[in-house]
Nanobody
Framework: QVQVVESGGGMVQAGGSLRLSCAVS????????VGWFRQAPGKEREIVAR???????????DYADSVKGRFTISRTNAKNTVYLQMNSLKPEDTAVYYC????????????????WGQGTQVTVSS
């Protein structure tokens, strides 16, 4: 059974930074597509960033327009971990952030990810 565990959430002032971590158990983690999502109160869950295997030791990174230039997704396969570095945070970034992983090496819709974490709260004050 693959487990996904997020950490690193918290409270920060606008303009500040946080780094979220997503630890994924699984022997073939290096091939997994991993995404970060968020859900604000009263809103639907939305994708924030995705990291996808595209070839031998290469990965693609995609971002929502709202976070481009501010957030960076990266991974350390030796630690089975994906990170989301969030800089220049804004109050509108306040949400529960979820990490999801899937062994399929392809772009996936939100509902297609197989394994989900419990989420971590990020609160940005103005």
């Amino acid at each position: 059974q693959v487990q996904v565990v997020e950490s690193g959430g918290g409270m920060v002032q606008a303009g500040g930074s946080l780094r979220l971590s997503c630890a994924v158990s699984g022997r073939t983690f290096s091939f997994y597509t991993v995404g970060w999502f968020r859900q604000a109160p009263g809103k639907e869950r939305e994708i924030v960033a995705r990291n996808q295997w595209t070839g031998v030791s290469t990965y693609s990174a995609d971002y929502a327009d709202s976070v481009k230039g501010r957030f960076t997704i990266s991974r350390t396969n030796a630690k089975n971990t994906v990170y989301l570095q969030m800089n220049s945070l804004k109050p509108e970034d306040t949400a529960v952030y979820y990490c999801a992983a899937d062994p399929r090496r392809t772009a996936l819709g939100i509902s297609e990810y197989t394994y989900w974490g419990q989420g971590t709260q990020v609160t940005v004050s103005s």
